[in-house]
């Protein structure tokens, strides 16, 4: 009993430490100019999108779920309660990333550059990556931050991070590189 008690201790230190990081990240979004790249809510299972994709049409691909929506829906409200300045919302054309930033934030406009890579060639994927840091430098010195809804594997291009479906990097823009600071996920957005 008293070595479970002991172990917990660091646990908890860490614990109060993240907390605290993630109130500084979310103090430091009310200034502005960041970038905050989010990976699509959570969906129905699968990975890529069946036989018969087609962009336009939502039936033909893997959608939210119920939970998403809700993940979606809890992430624009942490953003309001909080008071954090957004800019353009702008959103892969797939109909998961599309409704994602439409029920966070209640508009969005579609970025073919923040399409799904999953089945580009390396050079097309060069040159998507090259056009979202073109976007993102010129975003500096903004008031508002950039909010950019896309897949995982746009994300892993942009910062060679991993990041769960529903969660944000907050980044840095530069001309070369996206420089991530923080990131926020579904228990910082309250989800439940």
């Given at each position: 009993m008293l070595r479970r008690r002991f172990l917990a201790i660091p646990a908890l230190l860490a614990s109060g430490r993240l907390a605290a990081a993630d109130r500084d990240l979310w103090q430091r979004l009310q200034d502005g100019s960041y970038v905050l790249l989010i990976r699509h809510a959570a969906t129905h299972p699968g990975i890529g999108d069946p036989p018969g994709f087609r962009l336009a049409v939502c039936s033909t691909q893997r959608n939210l779920s119920d939970r998403g929506k809700r993940e979606a829906r809890a992430l624009g409200e942490a953003f309001r309660r909080r008071g954090i300045p957004l800019g353009p919302v702008l959103s892969s054309r797939w109909c998961r990333c599309l409704d994602t930033a439409r029920l966070a934030f209640g508009r969005v406009e579609q970025a073919p550059m923040l399409d799904?890579?999953?089945?580009?060639?390396?050079?097309?994927?060069?040159?998507?990556?090259?056009?979202?840091?073109?976007?993102?430098?010129?975003?500096?010195?903004?008031?508002?931050?950039?909010?950019?809804?896309?897949?995982?594997?746009?994300?892993?291009?942009?910062?060679?991070?991993?990041?769960?479906?529903?969660?944000?990097?907050?980044?840095?823009?530069?001309?070369d590189r996206l420089d991530v600071v923080g990131r926020l996920g579904s228990s910082d957005l309250g989800v439940q």
């Open positions: 799904s890579m999953f089945r580009d060639s390396e050079a097309e994927a060069r040159a998507k990556v090259r056009e979202v840091l073109d976007k993102t430098d010129a975003w500096r010195g903004n008031k508002a931050n950039l909010v950019l809804v896309t897949h995982d594997v746009n994300i892993r291009a942009l910062v060679n991070e991993y990041v769960a479906q529903g969660e944000i990097v907050v980044a840095r823009p530069g001309p």
